[in-house]
């Protein structure tokens, strides 16, 4: 039985399309109710969420799952 997600292609495709941030293109989304509510990718720009938030203090440009959580918390 294959399981089919219906998010990954928009994922692959917003990772596709995105700047390469180090030297890999990521994207991450966020799912609640079966609606995709926060599609986001990594960047190459510092934000204070990240810094606040990331493990490393050094890594202050936004990380994709940071950038979707935080994107999902202005829904």
Not at 17 to 33: P, T
Not at 45 to 59: I, M, T, V
């Amino acid at each position: 039985m294959e399981i089919v997600n219906p998010y990954l292609d928009q994922l692959f495709r917003a990772a596709c399309d995105s700047e390469k941030a180090g030297r890999a293109r990521l994207a991450a989304g966020i799912v609640f109710k079966k609606q995709l509510i926060s599609l986001e990718t990594n960047r190459l720009k510092s934000h204070p969420f990240q810094k606040k938030f990331g493990k490393n203090e050094d890594a202050i440009y936004l990380h994709a799952e940071t950038s979707a959580i935080r994107s999902a918390l202005r829904v």
